[in-house]
């Protein structure tokens, strides 16, 4: 590793953006993420600290700036050192309701038991 750049999966790796550098590499050749506003289109591209990625991830476009290079993959805490999110990606909506289950009225779905044994009476076949 040279002191003035990293390859792009390895970074993207190491700042927890991607759970393994093979990931990382299938997005970098993949040709979906920008460099300060260019195409990469191989994950041996040299990232150095001030450089801006533009990548989906998930739903969400993520925008960031390279703060640091790093030199290992290290807890989350740690990796949110190595960038500065510039377009944080907004809060999930809330969870729809559901609505709370209401009493039936009488006389709506299927009868009870003491309905069926009344029908049964009605219709003579009890005894």
């Given at each position: ?50 450089d801006v ?46 609505p ?28």
């Amino acid at each position: 590793m040279s002191e003035d750049g990293l390859r792009l999966d390895k970074w993207l790796w190491f700042a927890c953006f991607c759970k393994s550098r093979s990931i990382a590499a299938a997005l970098c050749t993949g040709g979906r993420i920008r460099l300060s506003g260019r195409v990469v289109a191989k994950a041996s591209q040299t990232v150095r600290a001030g450089d801006v990625l533009t990548f989906p991830l998930g739903p969400h476009v993520r925008v960031i700036e390279i703060g640091a290079l790093g030199t290992r993959r290290g807890p989350a805490m740690e990796a949110q050192t190595l960038y500065r999110d510039l377009d944080p990606p907004l809060a999930r909506p809330p969870a729809p309701t559901i609505p709370a289950i209401t009493e039936r009225e009488p006389g709506a779905g299927r009868p009870t038991k003491a309905d069926r044994r009344a029908i049964d009476k009605l219709m003579g076949e009890g005894s």
